[in-house]
């Protein structure tokens, strides 16, 4: 719990000091009289996580550029589809958004008999905040130094290992799975509702191996508690451009990148998700958010909504791909 305290507090610290840092943005004017009330930003994990993280890196900037308070409400539970299903049924209006990411919108649609939303019908694409990869870490203190160690661990009779993601269904799962099955090692899933208590177990050494976004562990990767053993990016990255891909350990077809976006609910006036899109992306691209998102080991998209939407349909077709060949279903 410590642990995913001082987490949290760097996040806050950091997210202060670029409201503070530079030169405030100028208030971009009003559509219709819309925003007139803060806006809330529901991130579908618990504090302390990526999606946490990012949601505040760009909500920070927010109050100066529309001239209203955003709020960031948690709610986690269920590989994120409480919180993805609150957005779906809030009202149209353009003062509820998503925080959403792969594992959310294009995985679980597949894997959960009844996610209770269809990212496809329920939801308004806005904006992708970013792209990054999956990390393989394990505590400072750990014995496997490598991501040979592990995969020697793995083979070693009795020898155990046990991977923690932020929950089942999720893209860190899958990633597990095609390391499981693809790659030949066996290892032991042990999920979590969300990264901010499967980073308290990895530091406590509950569990061995922790597969989760660069965002939820660069902080402790840079503070020396955590190490990172490989990442799933096609290329390396800001804090983690030391660390291996697992295309250069060896491994085929294990090059996964993740996302985290922003959604309004389908239904949302084209002029409110233009002005959602224009102000986000105005945060996007200050340079304090850029700086934070670009240390987490990600890099800035920002892109359009369309181009966004296009993403989406591609990642869905993917991923439910991979979730029908690992087998993998969650009631």
Known sequence: MLSTLKFTAASLFWTLCAVHGGALAQPMPQVAGFPSQPIKF????????????????????????????????????????IGAKAVADAKPDGYTVLTGQVSLMAVNPALYASPGFDPLKNFIPI?????APLALVVASNSALKTFADLAAQTKVPGGRVTYATPGNGTLSHLVGVVLEKDSALPMTHVPYKGAAPAITDLLGNQVDVLITSTASVSSFIQNGKMRALAVTSPRRIGVFAK????????LRNTTFEDWYGFFAPAGTPPERVAYLHDSIVRSLKTPEVTKLITEGGSEVVANSSAAFAAQLKEDIARWSRVVKLSGAKVD
């Open 42 to 81: 529901v991130s579908p994990f618990p504090a302390g996580g990526g999606n946490d993280a990012t949601t505040r890196f760009v909500t920070s900037r927010l109050s100066d550029i529309t001239g209203q308070t955003a709020v960031v409400d948690n709610r986690g539970g269920a590989g994120g589809n």
């Open 127 to 131: 904006t992708q905040a970013n792209a």
């Open 243 to 250: 660390v291996p891909t697992l295309e250069e350990l060896g």
